[in-house]
């Protein structure tokens, strides 16, 4: 997969060189480039900002250095991207949309700074191109490229062998199958006793049809507590084919 991400703080991408991201890239599975935006400014102060038409605080980022930087981005590489365009006032960035974007061969990222980019940058990308504009969340950070490398995490990890055990995203929370809407639940690991806390009992039990059902009766309970808004939107079905498989 490649992803470009066009920025003016290209510093801040830098954690992509590191654990996962950085081992895909450095075994050749992803190709990430990230551009300075500023290098397609052409006056002495680089300038990537202006006053918003209409008045109102902050400033807005402007459409020439943006438009020169996608249209040589795209001109770059082969097929179409999807343009993704990091937003408070996008569609929420899930686990499905992770899951999509990790089919795609090509991901152009924007992150943004001050207001955001002119309007018409995403109006002319988006009649030549699949835009995304996507939030990672409801509340506003300074600029968008916290929100890439969250974005580009989720779906890096779910590329063909960029994980050690392709089977460990399976059961993650808000993994697509019949628990998609629960929540994992408590994991444990090695000593069987830590300051006098043992394991549940069942976890040493052999018995993977026991082990599967309490897993599914932790995370229930997990996501009635934390995420109620989930268990109402579940599927009940859903949950009694799982476990009738079990
Ligand atoms: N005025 C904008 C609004 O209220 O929607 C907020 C702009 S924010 C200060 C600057 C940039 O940070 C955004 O253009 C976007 O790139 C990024 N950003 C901030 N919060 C975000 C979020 N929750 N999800 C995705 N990107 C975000």
Do not use: C
């Not at 795209?74 to 365009?85: D, F, K, M, N, Y």
């Amino acid at each position: 997969m490649r992803l470009d991400v066009v920025t003016i703080f290209p510093e801040y991408l830098e954690p992509l060189n590191v654990s996962l991201v950085g081992k895909a890239r450095a075994r050749g599975q992803l190709d990430v480039r990230v551009h300075d935006l500023r290098q397609w400014t052409h006056d002495k102060h680089h300038t990537v900002d202006d006053t918003p038409y209409g008045g109102g605080p902050g400033m807005v980022m402007k459409p020439e250095p943006w438009g020169e930087a996608l249209d040589a981005v795209l001109a770059s590489g082969e097929g179409a991207p999807v343009i993704v365009v990091p937003t408070p006032s996008g569609v929420p960035f899930t686990q499905q949309l992770a899951v999509e974007l990790s089919t795609k061969p090509w991901l152009v990222f924007t992150p943004a700074r001050y207001e955001g980019i002119d309007r018409r940058v995403i109006e002319e990308y988006g009649d030549r191109v699949d835009v995304r504009e996507v939030s990672i969340g409801d509340y506003v950070l300074a600029g968008g490229e916290a929100p890439v490398l969250v974005m580009v995490e989720a779906v890096a990890r779910l590329l063909p062998g960029v994980l050690g055990n392709a089977a460990s995203h399976q059961d993650d929370s808000f993994a697509p199958g019949p628990m998609a809407d629960l929540l994992e639940g408590p994991v444990y690991t090695k000593p069987p006793e830590w300051r006098d806390r043992t394991i549940p009992e069942v976890l040493l039990s052999g018995h993977h049809g026991k082990i599967a059902r309490w897993r599914r009766d932790q995370a229930f309970r997990r996501t009635v507590r934390n995420r109620p808004d989930l268990i109402e939107r579940a599927d009940p079905a859903a949950f009694d084919k799982h476990d009738r498989a079990i």
